[in-house]
């Protein structure tokens, strides 16, 4: 397994410094893990994802992707990573109700710059390894939850990122749909990539590869 990301001696601070969520974090996530984040409310888990994701700028240390380093990239480079290596879900699948299942996995295919040659061909295969390819033609906002959720994952995934980073992707889901989600997740692991989880659920964090608490502005492994 190789290191997919990582934070180097990462501090992230908010309201001036008075609030230090992020410490001189070290994280490594490899290829094939799926890594569980845990703590309280407020402990700093969302900040350590976006920051993972480059959605977040740390005030020292840097993020390496794939052994890049990210810091000096300027936002256009970190944008281009983020379209190009990284894959999101979040609680609320951000997906446009007014497109179809189709069409909003598609958009994904635009942002990653992938060739338009490609993006049939790998929206359908996308949205059939999420359980939904027979709504491909459904509106978003007529879907369930679950499927909303799923069409969400098939996006993150369809321009083969090699780290999807997860915010409460079950949050809102029953237990059965949560289960079809977390499956979607292991089995993204298992092809090769690796996947850090943001989560309450401690008994679906048990089932990850590893698990890290984050707490008073530190991480480690729990």
């Known amino acids: 397994m190789t290191v997919a990301v990582e934070c180097r001696g990462v501090t992230r601070t908010f309201d001036r410094g008075r609030v230090a969520p992020l410490v001189d974090v070290d994280v490594r996530v490899r290829t094939e893990q799926l890594v569980a984040v845990v703590g309280a409310s407020g402990a700093g888990k969302t900040t350590l994802l976006n920051v993972l994701g480059l959605l977040d700028q740390p005030d020292q240390g840097d993020v390496l992707v794939r052994g890049r380093a990210t810091r000096d990239l300027g936002e256009r480079g970190r944008a281009r990573v983020r379209a190009r290596q990284l894959g999101f879900v979040f609680q609320d699948s951000l997906v446009d109700p007014r497109r179809t299942a189709?069409?909003?996995?598609?958009?994904?295919?635009?942002?990653?710059?992938?060739?338009?040659?490609?993006?049939?061909?790998?929206?359908?295969?996308?949205?059939?390894?999420?359980?939904?390819?027979?709504?491909?033609?459904?509106?978003?906002?007529?879907?369930?939850?679950?499927?909303?959720?799923?069409?969400?994952?098939?996006?993150?995934?369809?321009?083969?990122?090699?780290?999807?980073?997860?915010?409460?992707?079950?949050?809102?889901?029953?237990?059965?749909?949560?289960?079809?989600?977390?499956?979607?997740?292991?089995?993204?692991?298992?092809?090769?990539?690796?996947?850090?989880?943001?989560?309450?659920?401690?008994?679906?964090?048990?089932?990850?590869?590893?698990?890290?608490?984050?707490?008073?502005?530190?991480?480690?492994?729990?």
């Open 102 to 222: 189709e069409e909003n996995v598609a958009l994904a295919c635009v942002f990653s710059g992938m060739s338009r040659a490609d993006r049939a061909a790998r929206v359908t295969a996308a949205l059939r390894s999420a359980d939904v390819g027979h709504r491909a033609q459904t509106r978003a906002a007529d879907l369930s939850g679950g499927e909303r959720q799923r069409v969400a994952v098939a996006r993150a995934v369809v321009h083969r990122p090699g780290v999807l980073l997860c915010d409460e992707p079950t949050g809102n889901l029953d237990e059965g749909n949560t289960e079809r989600v977390f499956g979607l997740l292991a089995a993204f692991a298992r092809s090769g990539g690796a996947v850090v989880l943001v989560t309450h659920d401690l008994d679906l964090a048990a089932r990850c590869d590893v698990v890290l608490r984050v707490a008073h502005g530190k991480v480690a492994a729990a």
